[in-house]
């Protein structure tokens, strides 16, 4: 098993920006992707941002391209999504999640991916 902790989240005005970290334990090395999915109330989940480990590809949802940069550190078992010139628009609970073995789903499909964090809420306030 995989467990994923995510921290970093908190409350901001537009125009801020937040890091969220998201730490792996377990039995990682299959993992072969990463990514960053977000929830607002009454809204479908919907992939932010994602990391292929095994090469460095990276996929952004349009609304994120521009703004948000998905990073890891290999040390430190840890993926970060770096946020700025956050909007109202982006306040919802977002998740950590991997996907192990089939690198080619690497990307925005939820349902692709089997390991989740608990998340941590973001709150971006006009």
């Known amino acids: 098993q995989v467990r994923l902790v995510e921290s970093g989240g908190g409350s901001v005005q537009a125009g801020g920006s937040l890091r969220l970290s998201c730490a792996a334990s377990?039995?990682?090395?299959?993992?072969?992707?990463m990514g960053w999915f977000r929830q607002a109330p009454g809204k479908e989940r919907e992939g932010v941002a994602a990391?292929?480990?095994?090469?460095?590809?990276?996929y952004y949802a349009i609304s994120a391209k521009g703004r948000f940069t998905i990073s890891r550190d290999n040390a430190k078992n840890t993926v970060y999504l770096q946020m700025n010139s956050l909007k109202p628009d982006d306040t919802a609970t977002y998740y950590c999640?991997?996907?192990?073995?089939?690198?080619?789903?690497?990307?925005?499909?939820?349902?692709?991916?089997?390991?989740w964090g608990q998340g941590t809420q973001v709150t971006v306030s006009s």
């Open positions: 990391f292929y480990t095994g090469g460095g590809a990276t």
């Open positions: 999640a991997a996907l192990r073995d089939a690198a080619w789903k690497c990307g925005s499909r939820p349902e692709n991916y089997n390991y």
């Open positions: 377990g039995d990682t090395y299959p993992v072969n992707c």
